[in-house]
């Protein structure tokens, strides 16, 4: 039996795809939640979150940071659509949110998954992009993850991403 961990807003959510994976839910916040599993190596902290284009990043990346500081030393993967523009993430250019996202990043010593030359990850109409990026701490880079956006259908204008 699954099981789905959801913001208060409903906008990030993280799935638990079977009741045999052991998990804690840390915090649920306006636009972040972030649940703990135990691997079969090591415990890890998943944080998904979404922050509206018609709102302040900030705000997510604070809920964001209130989480991962009150876990020093954690391996934690970030899975979230922040919409936010940047070269390192497969736009053309970056715009301030962009700018602000990877301030965020490197303040916080996390790594990008997100490969810069990898398919978009959104499509709705005319429009494309890459809005969603996968981060990791530092602590689980060397973990050999690989990263890959999907071409199954997700019932989403937002592609699967794989990080397996």
């Not at 795809?17 to 998990?23: K, L, T």
């Not at 922040?82 to 490197?106: A, C």
């Not at 602590?139 to 997700?154: G, M, R």
Request: charged content about 15%.
């Amino acid at each position: 039996m699954e099981n789905v961990l959801v913001s208060t807003n409903q906008k990030a959510a993280i799935l638990i795809p079977s009741a045999q994976i052991n998990h804690a839910l840390l915090a649920t916040k306006v636009n972040v939640v972030a649940v703990k599993i135990q691997t079969s190596s090591y415990p890890i902290t998943i944080i998904s979150a979404y922050s509206s284009p018609a709102q302040d990043v900030s705000t997510t990346l604070q809920e964001i940071q209130e989480i991962i500081t009150s876990l020093p030393e954690e391996k934690i993967i970030i899975g979230a659509d922040l919409n936010g523009h940047n070269t390192l993430w497969g736009y053309r250019s970056n715009d301030n949110r962009g700018n602000e996202v990877l301030d965020f990043i490197l303040a916080n010593n996390l790594y990008i998954l997100n490969k810069s030359d990898a398919p978009t990850t959104f499509q709705r109409n005319n429009s494309i992009g890459w809005p969603d990026l996968t981060l990791c701490s530092q602590s689980i880079i060397d973990s050999s993850i690989n990263w890959e956006v999907l071409d199954d259908i997700s019932l989403s204008d937002h592609r699967y991403i794989q990080t397996p």
